[in-house]
């Protein structure tokens, strides 16, 4: 999720009581220039690899409610049509999974909202109960054998509540804005507001998004842009996502688009998506040519095969894999919001957390990473900024708990970020940048589309360090009390 700087934030991926005090980039010639309204291009489809896919599902420990840990969906194929008038969704979601253990029936998350039309499992149709949010079918599974279900479903679609007091949002999911536009952020969950999935961030998967929309609005959700068809009075948009990923880092964006796009010194391309006729929304974007290649050289080249930024009327930021979102406001379409949610692509999206106890992995290490480019950028010397987080850390272990065993009512709180943040600046100061940033790229090496656990990254630091660092992990995360400076 974003984050904001010291008093009021808005961002999903940043601390909520952070208030920015950077002012976005002012426009600037060079970067008008740089990048026009262009038609997107439209990429080869690949063939789908599912053994990337394959996961090892839990119950989750903080959200039992969403999620399984019987089935680990491989690729969802989302064939979705909005109709803004009528406010309805008609979709038919493919899933292709295998069966993580045996099971007489089993269940996937979709909110009432939704009707189910037809349900079959590998090409029959099969027995099924749609109650609340729970989509149970009633036919069983043999561990480790693969199915496709499919479900046929339509409705008029909503947000759902947020286990959270932040003040940047409320609901998550499928949220649909006065004329009809549509724009989704779903973390820790929600994107059963819009599709049925196995909605826990240990089960990641492969995406294929087919979205036809009234034309000229536009349909963008994440990976490569594959197909885009306009007949009929509809535009049709394909993407496919062709690495796993965890169902809260999904997005859908529906409105009238214009689309444009940009390189890194690297050489990534970047699309950019934003509404049409608001070019300075673009001009904001252009921030992340600069800020991949900073990333970059911290943390290894950029770990997916496309990149881009949608640009959306949420109050939010969220790291969304390969199609940041960001929403309609200076400070979530400033430079540092846009650092923080290319850095999760690493440290997020790449890897991510197996349970949401372990959100901190996410957020901490783009937290001192956010703060290291400030600093680099903006004079601040990095010491003031870690000072300034240190007087606040105590507060927010008192207030939302340890960053590791936080309230569920408060997701997203500062704790997740501020505090791992310090930890991880105690280590790089222990160890030097280089060794520091060595690590850091290896962990990611060595977990490359997995979701992992707290035990895996002490593990890893441990043995890359040659060190006994799980007392000073859990002091960090576990503890109560903010720990002394030092390792």
């Given at each position: 999720m974003g984050l904001a700087a010291l008093v009021l934030l808005a961002g999903c991926s940043s601390p909520p009581d952070a208030a920015p005090d950077v002012a976005p980039p002012a426009p600037s010639s060079e970067s008008a220039t740089a990048v026009a309204v262009t038609t997107p291009e439209v990429a080869e489809r690949v063939e789908p690899d599912l053994e990337l896919a394959e996961s090892t599902p839990v119950e989750d420990s903080?959200?039992?409610?969403?999620?399984?840990?019987?089935?680990?969906?491989?690729?969802?194929?989302?064939?979705?049509?909005?109709?803004?008038?009528?406010?309805t969704l008609t979709g038919t979601a493919t899933i292709t999974f295998r069966a993580a253990r045996d099971a007489r029936r089993f269940t996937l998350d979709l909110a009432a909202p939704l009707g189910v039309e037809s349900v079959t499992l590998d090409g029959s149709e099969a027995a099924y109960a749609h109650r609340g949010k729970d989509l149970t079918v009633k036919e069983r599974l043999v561990r480790d054998g693969r199915h496709e279900l499919v479900i046929a479903y339509s409705g008029q679609p909503g947000p759902v509540a947020a286990p959270t007091t932040r003040r940047d949002f409320s609901t998550l999911g499928f949220t649909v804005t006065d004329r009809g536009e549509v724009w989704t952020m779903q973390e820790p969950y929600g994107a059963y507001s819009w599709y049925p999935v196995n909605d826990q961030p240990a089960d990641k998967a492969l995406y294929d998004i087919s979205v036809t929309v009234p034309d000229p609005w536009t349909g963008v959700a994440n990976g490569r842009l594959v197909a885009d068809v306009a007949e009929d009075g509809l535009r049709t948009t394909e993407?496919?996502?062709?690495?796993?990923?965890?169902?809260?880092?999904?997005?859908?964006?529906?409105?009238?688009?214009?689309?444009?796009?940009?390189?890194?010194?690297?050489?990534?391309?970047?699309?950019?998506?934003?509404?049409?006729?608001?070019?300075?929304?673009?001009?904001?974007?252009?921030?992340?040519?600069?800020?991949?290649?900073?990333?970059?050289?911290?943390?290894?080249?950029y770990p997916f095969s496309s990149a881009g930024i949608v640009a959306t009327d949420s109050q939010s930021a969220m790291e969304t894999q390969t199609m940041v979102t960001i929403g309609d406001n200076d400070y979530v379409r400033s430079a540092p919001v846009l650092v923080h949610e290319l850095v999760h692509q690493w440290y997020g999206d790449q890897v991510s957390p197996a349970d949401w106890r372990d959100v901190w992995l996410n957020e901490g290490m783009t937290m001192l990473l956010q703060g290291l480019w400030e600093a680099d950028h903006d004079g601040d010397r990095i010491n003031t900024t870690i000072g300034r987080w240190r007087d606040l850390d105590q507060d927010l272990r008192d207030d939302y708990g340890p960053p590791g065993a936080y309230d569920p009512a408060q997701f997203g709180g500062?704790?997740?970020?501020?505090?791992?943040?310090?930890?991880?600046?105690?280590?790089?100061?222990?160890?030097?940048?280089?060794?520091?940033?060595?690590?850091?790229?290896?962990?990611?090496?060595?977990?490359?589309?997995t979701s992992v656990t707290r035990d895996d990254l002490y593990a890893h630091w441990e043995q890359e360090t040659g060190r006994e660092l799980s007392a000073f992990f859990d002091a960090w995360i576990l503890g109560r009390t903010t720990p002394p400076p030092g390792v």
């Amino acid at each position: 999720m974003g984050l904001a700087a010291l008093v009021l934030l808005a961002g999903c991926s940043s601390p909520p009581d952070a208030a920015p005090d950077v002012a976005p980039p002012a426009p600037s010639s060079e970067s008008a220039t740089a990048v026009a309204v262009t038609t997107p291009e439209v990429a080869e489809r690949v063939e789908p690899d599912l053994e990337l896919a394959e996961s090892t599902p839990v119950e989750d420990s903080v959200y039992p409610a969403v999620g399984g840990p019987d089935v680990d969906a491989l690729l969802y194929d989302l064939d979705l049509a909005w109709q803004p008038d009528a406010r309805t969704l008609t979709g038919t979601a493919t899933i292709t999974f295998r069966a993580a253990r045996d099971a007489r029936r089993f269940t996937l998350d979709l909110a009432a909202p939704l009707g189910v039309e037809s349900v079959t499992l590998d090409g029959s149709e099969a027995a099924y109960a749609h109650r609340g949010k729970d989509l149970t079918v009633k036919e069983r599974l043999v561990r480790d054998g693969r199915h496709e279900l499919v479900i046929a479903y339509s409705g008029q679609p909503g947000p759902v509540a947020a286990p959270t007091t932040r003040r940047d949002f409320s609901t998550l999911g499928f949220t649909v804005t006065d004329r009809g536009e549509v724009w989704t952020m779903q973390e820790p969950y929600g994107a059963y507001s819009w599709y049925p999935v196995n909605d826990q961030p240990a089960d990641k998967a492969l995406y294929d998004i087919s979205v036809t929309v009234p034309d000229p609005w536009t349909g963008v959700a994440n990976g490569r842009l594959v197909a885009d068809v306009a007949e009929d009075g509809l535009r049709t948009t394909e993407f496919q996502l062709d690495e796993p990923a965890s169902s809260y880092l999904i997005t859908l964006a529906i409105g009238d688009y214009a689309h444009s796009s940009g390189s890194s010194e690297s050489g990534v391309r970047l699309d950019y998506w934003y509404p049409r006729g608001q070019p300075l929304v673009l001009d904001d974007m252009t921030a992340a040519h600069e800020a991949i290649d900073w990333i970059e050289a911290r943390l290894g080249p950029y770990p997916f095969s496309s990149a881009g930024i949608v640009a959306t009327d949420s109050q939010s930021a969220m790291e969304t894999q390969t199609m940041v979102t960001i929403g309609d406001n200076d400070y979530v379409r400033s430079a540092p919001v846009l650092v923080h949610e290319l850095v999760h692509q690493w440290y997020g999206d790449q890897v991510s957390p197996a349970d949401w106890r372990d959100v901190w992995l996410n957020e901490g290490m783009t937290m001192l990473l956010q703060g290291l480019w400030e600093a680099d950028h903006d004079g601040d010397r990095i010491n003031t900024t870690i000072g300034r987080w240190r007087d606040l850390d105590q507060d927010l272990r008192d207030d939302y708990g340890p960053p590791g065993a936080y309230d569920p009512a408060q997701f997203g709180g500062s704790n997740v970020y501020y505090s791992p943040a310090l930890m991880w600046n105690e280590l790089r100061l222990e160890l030097g940048d280089d060794e520091f940033f060595r690590i850091a790229r290896s962990w990611l090496a060595a977990h490359d589309n997995t979701s992992v656990t707290r035990d895996d990254l002490y593990a890893h630091w441990e043995q890359e360090t040659g060190r006994e660092l799980s007392a000073f992990f859990d002091a960090w995360i576990l503890g109560r009390t903010t720990p002394p400076p030092g390792v």
